[in-house]
């Protein structure tokens, strides 16, 4: 039975359905000799399907998850156009993996790695939007009105963003470190929130992303999900 180009090639793990159909504006795909095109159905067990070059097999891979405790200056994508270090270098996996969500350079902490695309597609689509949470370390004392904000909502340019849970999660004369649970996904919405508020942040790491948490893992390192983790979350 035909199933969509997008859908069929995320199945297999080659990438998001997103990703796919930027590859067929880009020229990357071919079925049966011919360019493809955006919406394209094809047969699995008829259609000869090229990505670059190279013929899809039709063995679909091995799916993996994997979590990463991301270091500061890592790049969350699966390729950068600068050279920069992204998260897929820092894991040694036989299958094209790419990340699911962002975090950004300047941040650490928990991201996931996975190769099923459905997945993937699935937990960054706002609908599916899983509440992740963040060690916050800002200079000096914060006010409880800041607090107050931060949980309740801070008016920014795209919008007055959602509540959220906000705790002390320690404080020491010169820092206070934050706990914050976020229902939302507004890009960079932490570091906006507190520049609005006029805080001074000097370190955001995620350390938790719905059910799943950074735990111990060392900065750099990775490990699989479990059975009970991966049935969380699809």
Known sequence: MPIRLNKYLASLGIASRRQI??????????????????GDKV???????????????TTAPKLVYIALNKPVGVISTAKDTHNRNTVIDLVKSPYRLFPVGRLDADSSGLILLTNDGALALKLTHPRYHLPKTYLVTLQGVVPKSSLFALASGVKLIDGLTAPADVSFFSRQKDITILKIT????????IRRMCLELKLKLTGLQRIKIGPISL??????????????EISSIT
């Open 21 to 38: 159909d930027k590859y067929v504006t880009e020229g990357r795909i071919y079925i049966n000799g011919n360019l493809a095109k955006l």
């Open 43 to 57: 047969d699995p067990n008829t259609d000869l399907i090229k990505v670059d070059g190279k013929l899809v097999s």
């Open 182 to 189: 976020l229902y939302q996904g507004k890009k960079r919405q």
């Open 215 to 228: 735990g111990n893992l060392s900065l750099g390192d990775y490990r699989f999900l479990t059975a009970a």
